[in-house]
């Protein structure tokens, strides 16, 4: 089975640094997604990030991007240029790229943007 | 917004009751997911319909059921409700394109008193 473990239950940074959440996870698969999301204050979900196993190529979406190390089974989350907004309960989730019904999430990271 | 609808926002029940929660997907989305959330388990996959078919059982109890409709909305039936079913139900739902990306809706909040 599949598990993802995020290590750090809380962290915190100061608006404008750079910030790294770490993730590891355990799989026999070798073709899958992994995946952030961020869940604000308000609760919703929402996707940060997606890294296809397959690519070596580190996914980013502006200011935020992953160190992907496929071998180690890591997945780092890093954000740079810290906001505010950026405060939430971030999650580390893993998909099987051939079953698409059973992503798995670790157990999160509260991290806090200080001002 | 997400484009996936959750109904209702907030529930208050009392213990042995029943309720149901309503989802309705992105539009063109045939894949439903239901996850709970809770402080002492964390994220949960419960269930997940595709196209009106059940497609795969996660950590559901027996006392819980769902289903999917022709107009591809969803359901999630809780019944005999107990204190610790107290937590946020969330659905969401997917494309079944080769992306894996879920779209969560904004979630309903049980409380079972």
């Known amino acids: 089975a599949q598990t993802v473990t995020q290590s750090q239950p809380e962290m915190s940074v100061q608006e404008a640094e750079t910030v790294t959440l770490s993730c590891t996870y355990d799989t026999s698969e070798n073709n899958y997604y992994l995946f952030w999301y961020k869940q604000p204050p308000s609760r919703q979900m929402i996707l940060v990030i997606r890294?296809?196993?397959?690519?070596?190529q580190n996914a980013t979406e502006n200011r935020f991007s992953v160190n992907f190390q496929k071998a180690a089974k890591s997945f780092s989350l890093k954000i740079s240029d810290s906001q505010l907004g950026d405060t939430a309960m971030y999650f580390c989730?893993?998909?099987?790229?051939?079953?698409?019904?059973?992503?798995?999430f670790g157990a999160g990271t509260r991290l806090t943007v200080k001002p | 917004d997400s484009g996936v609808t959750q109904t209702p926002k907030h529930l208050i029940t009392a213990t042995g009751q029943r309720v149901t929660l309503r989802c309705s997907p992105r539009?063109?989305?045939?894949?439903v997911y239901w996850y709970q959330q809770s402080l002492d388990q964390g994220l949960q996959f419960l269930i997940q319909?595709?196209?009106?078919?059940?497609?795969a059982k996660g950590n559901i109890l027996e006392r819980f059921s769902a289903q999917q409709f022709p107009d591809l909305h969803s359901e999630l039936n809780l019944s005999s409700l107990e204190l610790g079913d107290s937590a946020l139900y969330f659905c969401a739902s997917s494309a079944w394109d080769t992306s894996g990306k879920l779209f969560f809706g904004s979630g309903t909040q049980l409380s079972v008193l």
């Open positions: 319909y595709y196209n009106g078919e059940e497609r």
């Open positions: 539009s063109g989305d045939l894949s």
């Open positions: 989730a893993f998909m099987n790229a051939y079953n698409n019904n059973d992503m798995r």
């Open positions: 890294q296809e196993a397959y690519k070596q």
